[in-house]
């Protein structure tokens, strides 16, 4: 495919997804239909979308309409691209500008439309002054992080040995276990280091939170809403604790076991209607379900699909796993409250919450990431409970 035309296949599928498809689906459903289409061409479609759909606001200024053609004509201005050269109507290319598109809008669009006008009040209590650049910083793709498994390599070992296969990577001051990706993250799954277990995806935000944790080194460790299990398989990496892990949803956890094979740690599964007896425990890890604000330049659709309703529906639901989750810790242990979101009515507030209505329970902890700090947004509450709460 020509640039030209792999813009013209990112309209197609920003259009599907201006009608409510899911962008993954339509990023699918246009690769089938596209045959002639090879890895490289799906990889810069996918890239083209992604990036409009962390600029969605001064795209559509710039491109004169909420439309895949409109948003994709944004694109290019944004990145100081010549419109012209592009739409030119021949072969597989765009067709060519009509006199309205050609007329570049005026003023620059802000880069605070870049950000669900809706949340903008809970964002600035959070961001103040800061919020600007936290909205510029959101319109980047995010660097790739690994964590280095202590129990197998270090973090110099596992960079020589990234870099003869091929990848550029580095590792970050100030975190142990921490590698940036610089070159060749899409190839990061095949090499040696992933197959063996070495190395595993996982952003630096959420590294150095759980290096700000104190992990019981044995004794019982839950992680309550384990999901894919990267936290439980860091915590595997740090502890010689016994390690459960239960989800909500038990088919997230399907590609755990393999992971673990991997790691060359053991983690067990727990059903909901088991925790009681198997506890309590030393820790409970409870890394709720958020509004994935923190991590909106990995994943911007997330951006445009949240609203008030649905915050306000996490928001109970977070509340309800942390009393549900405090009640498997034993006696003066520590319960550990995560999420990926930036706002305060997720994190501090749901905190100060907790602590007003559970009496016996202090905050020993916290640590918070922002993409103005690291690649994503993250929040670390870490509360202990009195050894009597009589």
Request: hydrophobic share 45%; charged share 20%.
């Amino acid at each position: 495919m020509t640039p030209e035309a792999r813009y013209a296949a990112a309209m197609t599928v920003l259009d599907r997804w201006l009608q409510d498809v899911p962008v993954e689906k339509a990023l699918t459903g246009w690769a089938r239909g596209a045959r002639y289409a090879g890895s490289k061409d799906r990889a810069a479609v996918r890239d083209h979308v992604f990036d409009v759909l962390r600029c969605k606001g001064r795209c559509a200024a710039l491109g004169g309409a909420e439309t895949g053609r409109g948003l994709v004509l944004g694109l290019i201005r944004l990145n100081g691209l010549a419109p012209e050269a592009i739409f030119t109507g021949q072969g597989f290319a765009p067709p060519a500008l009509s006199p309205t598109e050609a007329s570049v809008p005026t003023p620059a669009p802000d880069v605070l439309a870049d950000l669900p006008g809706w949340l903008s009040p809970a964002l600035r209590q959070s961001f103040g002054a800061d919020l600007a650049d936290l909205a510029r910083a959101m319109g980047q793709r995010a660097p790739v992080y690994l964590r280095a498994n202590l129990r197998k390599t270090t973090v110099d070992e596992a960079v020589a040995l990234l870099t003869s296969s091929g990848i550029g990577a580095r590792a970050v001051p100030g975190c142990e276990t921490a590698i940036e990706v610089i070159s060749g993250a899409r190839g990061v799954r095949h090499t040696q280091a992933y197959l063996d277990g070495l190395v595993e995806l996982q952003d630096l935000s959420v590294q150095r939170a759980c290096a700000a944790v104190d992990w019981p080194v044995d004794g019982r460790i839950l992680d309550y809403c384990a999901g894919g299990g990267g936290k439980a398989l860091a915590i595997a990496a740090r502890s010689d604790a016994e390690i459960s892990v239960h989800d909500a949803n038990p088919v997230r956890m399907a590609d755990l076991p393999a992971r673990a094979g991997r790691a060359g740690v053991r983690l067990i599964a727990r059903k909901t209607s088991a925790l009681t007896g198997a506890g309590p425990f030393d820790l409970v890890l409870a890394d709720v379900p958020c509004s994935g604000s923190g991590t909106w330049r990995r994943d911007p659709e997330a951006k445009w699909r949240l609203t008030p309703e649905r915050l306000a529906d996490l928001r109970r639901l977070q509340s309800d796993i942390l009393d549900r989750a405090a009640r498997l810790v034993r006696p003066g242990g520590s319960l550990v409250y995560m999420t990926c979101s930036l706002l305060q009515s997720e994190n501090e507030e749901q905190v100060e919450a907790f602590l007003a209505r559970t009496p016996g329970w202090v905050l020993t902890g916290r640590h918070i990431e922002t993409p103005l700090t690291a690649s994503d947004g993250f929040f670390m509450a870490e509360l202990t409970q009195a050894t009597s709460t009589a």
